[in-house]
Structures are given as C-alpha cells and as structure tokens.
C-alpha cells in the first residue's frame, strides 16, 4: 500500500488521511477500495469517511476550544449542516462534542431525527416559514438566528401565541467580503442576508441596531447574541478577524444604548479547504488562535468583557472526508484550435453523473483533482475535461486535468474533495436519481443514504 493524501501535511492534499493505492493500484479510502465499493454500491456514489469527518470535527473543536480558553472564554462549534447533513453525520458531529447548525425544516428534521437535542441545533435562514419556526420552538431548538425585521416580529407572536420565550441572535452583514466566489460572499452590503451595521441614511441608526432593539422589545424573545458570516471556502484569518471587530464594537454600542450585552457572538463558518494538491488549507489551530487574539484585544479596547465564541464551519469538517466515485463511459479525442491558431486534443472523459451531483463546478467556476480509481497506469499523460452525461455542454466535473491517455470505458474515475456542497446541491437534472452516500471507516462500509431509484422519482409523480 502506498499512501496518496493525508490530513495534516503542510500543504493539504484534497485526499482523506485515509487514501492509499493498494497492490493492484486500485484507490482505498478508509480501508475499502474504490473497486469494491463500486461492485457493492454501484456508481457513481458519494463516499464518505467517517474517521476523516470525525479528526476534523475534533480538530475544529480542540482548535477553537484550546484558542479561546487562553483568552478567557469559551467557544460552541456548530456542525454547518448545509455542507452536509444525514442522521449518521449529525450523530458523529454530537459525539466529537460539536452542535448543529441546520438552514431549513428538512435540516432540522433530520438533525433532530438523528437525536441531536433541539438545545443543540441552530436554525438559520432569510425566509423562514411560519412552519419551519414553529418546528424550531415545538424542538425547543436553542438558537433561532433572526434575519429580518419581519422575521422579528413573527417570531415574538408565534413564541408569545405558545408561551414561550424563543432564544435569538441577529444576523448582521459586517461589509467584510471574504471566500471565493461572489455567490458564496455573504458579508457585503448587497446581497439578501442579515441586516447591515452600516448607519442608515443621514447617519441614523443602522438596520442591525434597529432589528436588536426590536427583539430587546419583545418579552417572547430573548437575545443571545450576534451573527455574522462573511462567506465560503475563505483561505486567511484576516475576514474573520474584521468581522469580529465589528461584531464587538456593535455589540458594545448596544450595551452603552440598552445596558444589555450579550452573551454570544457567533463568527460562522467559512473555513477554506484544499481542493486540489497544490493548494494549501486554513490550519483551524492557526486561525483559531488569531480570531481568539483579535476578540479579545477589541473587548480589551472596548472595555468590555469577552462574550462566549461560537462558529459554524461546514465543508473544512465534511468536505475532504468525501470522494465521488464514477464509471467512465464514452471517450472522446476533440481537435481544439487554440488563440494562436494552432491546435491540441482534448480527451473528454464522460462519466455516469455529472452536474445533477455536484453543481459546484457549473456555478462557481470550482475545480476539483480526480484520479483514475481501479488500477495504475503508466501511460503518458492526457489532456482531459471530464464532463458528465447532462444536456448541458457546462455539464463539466473536472475542467481541467492531466491523466494517463489510456483512460478508457470501465474505469473507476475517483473526484476528491466532494464530501461538502455535492449531495447537499444534488438535483434529479434529466431525472437522474441521486448517489447513495456510502460511509467507510476500518475496512468496512454502510450505506448511509441509499441510491434513489426511479421508482422513487415515479412515486413523487402523480400523473
Ligand atoms: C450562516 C452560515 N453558517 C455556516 C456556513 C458554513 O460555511 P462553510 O461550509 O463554508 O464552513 C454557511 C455557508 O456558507 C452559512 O451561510
Ligand atoms: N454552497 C456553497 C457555499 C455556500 C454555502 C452556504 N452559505 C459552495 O458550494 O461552496
């Protein structure tokens, strides 16, 4: 066995530590191969490694744990559902000692399915509905993170109509723009989440010290603390760092104005990954430890005292943990004219999914590392785009990608680093069924979603 990846090595590789090529070649992850994955579970299929998931979970926890018990205070990690969410995953989430952050009623549906106590969910969301808030205050779900002034109001009435008071944080936009693509930026000003800190027209009251005297008004609500994320796949510390600066100077001006300061700040998720082998991950112990000293050196000039810390990371836990795992199909040499008028082959490698399973590429441009999974090759290498089997020419897996030239029909062909934001974005696209989600760990796998059939998709179908 030789290995491929592994958790920990300066500069990330997208693999699991787990990853090794066996005497065959053939791709193991978590002491399975991907050969004999795809004979039990069919392809393509999420695979997911439960060790992976759980180092890294554990990672996050002692990271932050450890950073902010140095500055005086303690930290709540919040497994970032959307990244990921099944009954076995918020059940490994709990065990390494991190709550869940859900976004929807279907989120939280399964988080508490699971067995995740409602003291230990977080609900989310710009448009919540009436039911989904219900559900959170029936669960007694321990943080409801407002977003609207409306979403306020509804709140109190619905919390008030039950009896009940409904623990809140307030979302605010902090104007730092941070993470990858513009889509997956969700701190700047013009966008749909939160509720600006900037000061409103004239230089009145901003929207978010209006929305946190509106809860601080109403007896059904109780306000725990605030909000902000700042975006996706972020790679330095620096966002995270103005974003709490801001945070602890809005949170002061509301202690001064009302003689209340609150307890919690959550600084959200957002923690970047390694996607391919040449790129490097943000270390969770080094970012802890600079989000820890700027907290508590704007508390120390703000002459407040420290609040407790939360966050909510989602693909730096799940992200790397997971593998797609494909069967090649057609293919395809193209002849391209280059801008210089020259011209190159390009091997287009279809494979039996595609965009259905993991849109990310079609909407952010993202780019992902495969290898051919089921032997090893020595033949030289080839240009390729591996593309799925989509109505779609933007239907691409992997964009671009050196991989032996005698890739061919049968193959396994493994895509690293899909474990976030793959099966949580999967569609049914031309009516293909979804992946199974498949857990490995020590040799062994389970079938933690199974693959939908077309059974499943007639069923919803009523004719
Ligand atoms: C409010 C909130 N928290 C947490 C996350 C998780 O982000 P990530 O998976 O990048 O850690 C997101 C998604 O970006 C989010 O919107
Ligand atoms: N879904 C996005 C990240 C945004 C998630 C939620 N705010 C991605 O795949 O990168």
């Known amino acids: 066995m030789s290995a491929v990846g592994g958790t920990g090595q300066p500069s990330g590789t997208p693999w699991p530590a787990s990853a090794l090529r066996d005497s065959d070649g053939a791709l193991a992850v978590g002491g399975t191969t991907t050969t004999a994955l795809a004979a039990e579970h069919g392809t393509p299929a999420y695979v997911l490694d439960e060790g992976e998931f759980r180092l890294r979970a554990r990672r996050f926890a002692d990271a932050f744990g450890q950073a902010f018990e140095q500055v005086g205070t303690g930290v709540d990690v919040y497994y970032a559902g959307k990244a990921l969410l099944t009954k076995a995953v918020a059940r490994w989430a709990r065990e390494e000692g991190l709550r869940v952050d859900t976004a929807s009623g279907g989120e939280l549906a399964v988080a508490l399915a699971a067995g995740v106590p409602g003291a230990e969910l977080g609900l989310h969301g710009n448009n919540k509905s009436d039911g989904e808030l219900e559900a959170a205050l029936d669960a007694g779900v321990g943080r409801i993170i407002v977003d609207s002034l409306g979403e306020i109001d509804r709140l109190a009435d619905l919390a008030q109509a039950r009896g009940v008071v409904a623990p809140v944080m307030l979302r605010v936009t902090t104007g730092v723009h941070a993470g990858g693509h513009e889509f997956i930026a969700t701190a700047h000003e013009d966008q749909k989440f939160g509720l600006s800190v900037s000061a409103g027209p004239g230089g009145g009251d901003s929207p ?24 996706s796949q972020i790679l330095d510390a620096d966002g995270f760092a103005e974003a709490a600066r801001t945070v602890l100077r809005l949170r002061a001006h509301l202690g001064i ?48 005292p420290l609040p407790r810390i939360s966050i909510e990371p989602g693909r730096a836990i799940v992200g790397p943990a997971g593998i797609t795992v494909y069967t090649v199909g057609t293919v395809k040499p193209v002849v391209v004219t280059s801008d210089d008028g020259g011209t190159f082959t390009r091997l287009y490698v279809s494979v039996d999914g595609g965009m259905s399973d993991n849109i990310r590429p079609a909407l952010y441009g993202a780019a992902y590392h495969a290898e051919i999974a089921n032997r090893r090759s020595d033949a030289p290498l080839a240009l390729v785009r591996v593309v799925g089997k989509h109505c779609e020419s933007g239907d691409i897996v992997v964009d671009e990608l050196l991989l032996p030239g005698d890739v061919r029909p049968g193959d396994l062909l493994a895509v690293a680093a899909t474990g976030a934001y793959g099966r949580s974005m999967a569609s049914n696209y031309n009516l293909l069924t979804r992946p199974p989600v498949i857990g490995v760990l020590d040799g062994a796998s389970r079938v933690l979603v199974r693959r939908e059939t077309v059974d499943d998709l007639l069923a919803l179908d009523q004719g």
């Open 208 to 231: 978010a010290v209006i929305a946190l005297l509106r809860v601080l008004e109403r007896p059904s609500l109780r306000l725990l603390g605030i909000h902000s994320h700042i975006g």
């Open 257 to 304: 104005r009302t003689g209340v300061l609150v307890d919690e700040v959550d600084l959200g998720g957002g923690y970047g990954i390694a996607y391919l082998p040449q790129d490097s991950e943000l270390d969770p112990f080094r970012v802890a430890h600079e989000i820890a000293r700027a907290v508590a050196d704007a508390c120390r000039e703000l002459g407040t």
